[in-house]
């Protein structure tokens, strides 16, 4: 069984900082990239920052400088550390887990809220 399990939202004034973290079972294995998308009511879901399964990092422009996502390959994890929050980032973060091959797998978190507010 597949599971990838948030922590870490909640609320924040802008300016602040959160860090999540995602924990994979075993399953999901180096050769996965992981990473957090984001999603406000009524848009897509879109691409926060991702860390590949060849070790590479990318982020959506928008949080470049901001934002930084770390991963431990050994022990399947991956965190988001978001600095310098604007409300502009409030939205519903997920992790996510996806090898790309013949078959594309790709499994997701349930959702963990940030609200960036005044």
């Known amino acids: 069984q597949v599971t990838l399990v948030e922590s870490g939202g909640g609320f924040v004034q802008p300016g602040g900082s959160l860090r999540l973290s995602c924990a994979a079972s075993?399953?999901?294995?180096?050769?996965?990239?992981m990473g957090w998308y984001r999603q406000v009511p009524g848009k897509q879901r879109e691409l926060v920052a991702v860390?590949?399964?060849?070790?590479?990092?990318e982020y959506l422009d928008s949080v470049k400088g901001r934002f930084t996502i770390s991963r431990d390959y050994a022990e399947n994890t991956v965190n988001l550390q978001m600095n310098s929050l604007k409300p502009e980032d409030t939205a519903v973060y997920y992790c996510n887990a996806r090898l790309i091959g013949s078959v594309t797998l790709s499994y997701w978190g349930q959702g963990t809220q940030v609200t960036v507010s005044s």
């Open positions: 075993r399953i999901i294995t180096s050769f996965y990239d």
């Open positions: 860390a590949t399964s060849g070790r590479r990092t």
